[in-house]
């Protein structure tokens, strides 16, 4: 699999870590193959020009995905309390109305455990009709290691792929 990421604060190191491992795993350093960084430009200073530039460069990052993976959707508000991100909301709409696959970590808890209880309450109309999809689903809300999240997850795309192919 090939990762597309906005180098979220808090999570993007994570995942650039997770691909350069699998990277050794697989023995080969062609990480530009594996891996598109977009870090978000946080530079811009007037905010009806950052919320634009924003929207098209989350159209832009999802319309290079097949799948779109929801974890965590919390972000620093400006007196340091924790808030929903408001921009993952937007990204979950951007990637439905995309037809991306659409996997919600609703055990990472904040906007994606959101996301993952809308999916759940509409799945017979977002995913496919397959055996172990429902428990492959609500697996993804469950509490585990770091290794066991990403674990169900890779499963849960691995699921919805094979029934894909096959009712082709």
Known sequence: MNVITGFGLGVGHHIVNGVLEQLDKEGTQTISDRLILRPFPYAIADAGTRKKRWRSYRRDILSKAGVAVFLFGNKKGNNGDILPS???????????????????????????????????????????????????????????????????????????????????
């Open 86 to 168: 408001d921009g993952m909301l937007e990204e979950f709409k951007i990637a439905t109305e995309m037809g991306l696959l659409v996997v919600p970590v609703g055990a990472t808890g904040y906007v994606a455990r959101e996301i993952y209880r809308i999916m759940f309450s509409i799945r017979a109309d977002h995913y496919p009709k397959i055996t172990g999809l429902v428990t492959a689903l609500q697996a993804l809300s469950k509490a585990g290691t770091p290794n066991q999240i990403v674990s169900r997850v890779i499963r849960f795309i691995e699921l919805v792929s094979e029934g894909m192919s096959s009712s082709d």
